[in-house]
């Protein structure tokens, strides 16, 4: 089993910078990708972006360019560092990590960004 506990999230003006952690615990070794994932009210959750253990990331492009996915072993914590929000950014923000056999999410943390 695995856990993940989102928090970093909050009210941030367009313009604006957030920073999501997320810490794990439980049977990490077995993770082979973490990600973060969001979902705005009336919408499907969508994914944002993705790191694997190997280190590489993926964005999606809505978010290229202005968020960053890192992840510090040492820590068991993923980051999604978010930069210049939009208003259409706000959502309801998960953390996700994935093995061969499961698939593990947070309770998910509010970013709201006020145009």
């Known amino acids: 089993q695995v856990q993940l506990v989102e928090s970093g999230g909050g009210l941030v003006q367009a313009g604006g910078s957030l920073r999501l952690s997320c810490a794990a615990s439980?049977?990490?070794?077995?993770?082979?990708?973490w990600g973060w994932s969001r979902q705005a009210p009336g919408k499907q959750r969508e994914l944002v972006a993705f790191?694997?253990?190997?280190?590489?990331?993926n964005y999606a492009d809505s978010v290229k360019g202005r968020f960053t996915i890192s992840r510090d072993n040492a820590k068991n914590t993923v980051y999604l560092q978010m930069n210049s929000l939009k208003p259409e950014d706000t959502a309801v923000y998960y953390c996700?990590?994935?093995?061969?056999?499961?698939?593990?999410w947070g309770q998910g943390t509010q970013v709201t960004v006020s145009s």
């Open positions: 996700n990590a994935k093995n061969v056999v499961a698939d593990y």
């Open positions: 439980g049977i990490i070794g077995s993770i082979n990708v």
């Open positions: 790191i694997t253990n190997g280190g590489s990331t």
